[in-house]
T-cell receptor, first 114, second 112 residues
Framework: KQEVTQIPAALSVPEGENLVLNCSFTDSAIYNLQWFRQDPGKGLTSLLLIQSSQREQTSGRLNASLDKSSGRSTLYIAASQPGDSATYLCAVRPGSGNTGKLIFGQGTTLQVKP | DGGITQSPKYLFRKEGQNVTLSCEQNLNHDAMYWYRQDPGQGLRLIYYSQIVNDFQKGDIAEGYSVSREKKESFPLTVTSAQKNPTAFYLC???????????FGPGTRLTVL
């Protein structure tokens, strides 16, 4: 059974710092992996999606990497800003079937202090 | 504006009552999903539907029911059989085939 883990559960950094959020999964047979952002009491916004054949994706100050063989993904945030404060969730889509089901980690809550 | 709407934003239920959460999308997406989120936890799949008039149970379907009579609508009913329904409920949709799921703003359900 696929399990997704995110460590740490919470992170607090000063503004301007570069940071890395971690996501690990137990079954390497994935179709893709997504990183989402969730603001308090809101829905999820997709940040980056990495296909199983890809190693990384970039969008602005965000860079996501994928190492399928070791079951790990990282989300790198450059030059963090207070507006980056939110919960970041990673989700894997299993490799079998075409249901589109996602399995989520518990999330990392990030606070960027001015 | 294209997107997913969920209503109501907040919902209060007395014990023993059934309640229905609304999810509507105008993205012309084929597949729709219902997730539940508890504090400090990730999302867990309740039900999903890939086509009109068809739906499947997710990982935590007990105490819930759904219908998919129209492509744009996927309501979720929380029945009295659901023992711990207080949670944040999120609806999502995607094209088939397609990769990205788009989420609605959520409904917070509280049992009084």
């Amino acid at each position: 059974k696929q399990e997704v883990t995110q460590i740490p559960a919470a992170l607090s950094v000063p503004e301007g710092e570069n940071l890395v959020l971690n996501c690990s999964f137990t079954d390497s047979a994935i179709y893709n992996l997504q990183w989402f952002r969730q603001d308090p009491g809101k829905g999820l916004t997709s940040l980056l999606l990495i296909q199983s054949s890809q190693r990384e994706q970039t969008s602005g100050r965000l860079n996501a990497s994928l190492d399928k063989s070791s079951g790990r993904s990282t989300l790198y945030i450059a030059a963090s800003q207070p507006g980056d404060s939110a919960t970041y969730l990673c989700a894997v889509r299993p490799g079998s079937g075409n249901t589109g089901k996602l399995i989520f980690g518990q999330g990392t809550t990030l606070q960027v202090k001015p | 504006d294209g997107g997913i709407t969920q209503s109501p934003k907040y919902l209060f239920r007395k014990e023993g009552q059934n309640v229905t959460l609304s999810c509507e999308q105008n993205l012309n997406h084929d597949a729709m999903y219902w997730y539940r989120q508890d504090p400090g936890q990730g999302l867990r799949l309740i039900y999903y539907s890939q086509i009109v008039n068809d739906f499947q149970k997710g990982d935590i379907a007990e105490g819930y029911s759904v219908s998919r009579e129209k492509k744009e609508s996927f309501p979720l009913t929380v029945t009295s059989a659901q023992k711990n329904p207080t949670a944040f409920y999120l609806c999502a949709s995607r094209t088939v085939p397609g990769d990205t799921q788009y989420f609605g703003p959520g409904t917070r359900l509280t049992v009084l």
